[in-house]
């Protein structure tokens, strides 16, 4: 067990947000203060038809600035989109980055800020605190809750040509403001509202039971882990109600403040691992790993695991351990299906576990886990 205390060095790093009914309207103003004249507003095919990408662009337009729209990006982003990204923004000489999405487009935005401004290849930035120049202003609007890309010092891109994902962490990669509106929410299907909450959930209790958390990332974690566990399921049965969706964002947003700095541990380890080999969504491998990881982690947190477990047995009226509660609650969002059933092949298991082995979310995992540990989790969650 890693011992730690309340006395140990700890920093914590917040980007200036603004939550709210109506805070997207506010994009175009904010965009101005930040001196931007023209946007690359980053974004997706899916948010753009829900019509959230033009509803920002207005706000853009009636502040009196201009923009080219990027949204050539996939559900986990690429680094070839990222450099695809970087040089839109070159070609069309942007001074600014507004991105409207979930985490994808997030991330992919926060990519493009830092390969503009130091010229180089995304790839390069692969690690903690590498990026020396920092980012244009960047504007966050997420349109799901649970990445916490617009509150974290986080971005996770996938290396096209090794296929994995990578982690690049730095404080240059947190927003300069993000505006948190619960009505984006209510165009998410059933299936991303669950899968984007479950990824929520993770960092919260990742989060919680890291061997960098501190007292301040514990209060935003406990909190987090109550909304979630509270608001979620009535979420998805009343995808059109601003309360519950809103209980959702700030669930996601204090799971955002508590992971970005206290970091993750070996279930996003894995999830990184699974999401890239498998091409899955980034909540979703959660969902399936995070009981299986609560089980093995057990014993170096048991206090805190109880904790969590016992938020979360009282949603669901379940008495049983942690990781059984963690798994009533998956299936009661109906997060049914095992590793083996969205394709992950037994003789897959070494080569995911060595790639998450090597995951800088393992650093801060409560337990000490070998490369065998984490072979093992995965046999239990195929
Ligand atoms: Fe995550």
Redesign the pocket.
């Known amino acids: 067990m890693i011992q730690r205390s309340q006395l140990d060095l700890r920093k914590f790093v917040a980007p200036e947000f603004i939550c709210g009914h109506g805070a997207l309207q506010l994009a175009g103003r904010y965009a101005r203060n930040f001196g931007m004249r023209h946007v690359l507003l980053v974004t997706d095919p899916g948010v753009r038809a829900a019509g959230w990408t033009d509803a920002v662009g207005e706000s853009l337009t009636e502040a009196g600035i201009s923009f080219t729209i990027f949204d050539a990006i996939s559900v986990n982003p690429r680094s070839r989109q990222v450099m695809s990204g970087t040089e839109v923004y070159r070609a069309e000489e942007c001074n600014g980055i507004v991105a409207v999405g979930g985490g994808s487009p997030m991330d992919c935005a926060k990519g493009i800020g830092i390969a503009s401004s130091n010229m180089r290849d995304i790839l390069a930035f692969e690690g903690v605190d590498r990026v020396p120049v920092p980012a244009p202003p960047l504007i966050c609007i997420p349109t799901t809750a649970?990445?916490s890309a617009d509150v974290s010092q986080f971005a996770i891109i996938t290396d096209d040509v090794r296929k994995r994902k990578i982690a690049i962490i730095s404080k240059t990669l947190v927003p300069d403001i993000s505006l948190l509106d619960p009505e984006p929410l209510t165009t998410m299907s059933p299936e991303l509202t669950v899968d984007t909450g479950m990824?929520a959930l993770?960092?919260a209790i990742e989060a919680y039971v890291s061997n960098a958390s501190s007292p301040m990332t514990d209060v935003h974690a406990l909190e987090a882990i109550r909304l979630i566990s509270s608001a979620l399921p009535a979420a998805v049965r009343e995808p059109h109600n601003l309360d519950l969706r809103f209980s959702t964002l700030l669930g996601s947003l204090h799971a955002g403040l508590a992971f970005s700095n206290a970091s993750?541990g070996a279930v996003?380890a894995m999830?990184h691992s699974l999401g890239a080999a498998c091409d899955l969504a980034?909540?979703r491998c959660?969902a399936m790993l995070l009981e299986h990881v609560i089980a093995a982690n057990y014993e170096a947190a048991p206090d805190r695991y109880d904790q969590v477990g016992a938020i979360l047995g009282a949603a669901e009226g379940g008495r049983g351990t942690p990781a059984e509660n963690v798994a009533a609650f998956r299936r009661s969002l109906g997060v049914t299906e095992t590793l083996a059933a969205v394709g992950v092949r037994e003789d897959a298991i070494r080569t995911l576990a060595r790639q998450a082995y090597a995951d800088p979310c393992m650093v801060t995992n409560p337990r000490r886990l070998t490369c065998e540990d984490l072979e093992r989790i995965y046999a239990y969650a195929l």
């Open positions: 649970g990445s990824d993770s960092h993750l996003h999830a980034h909540g959660n």
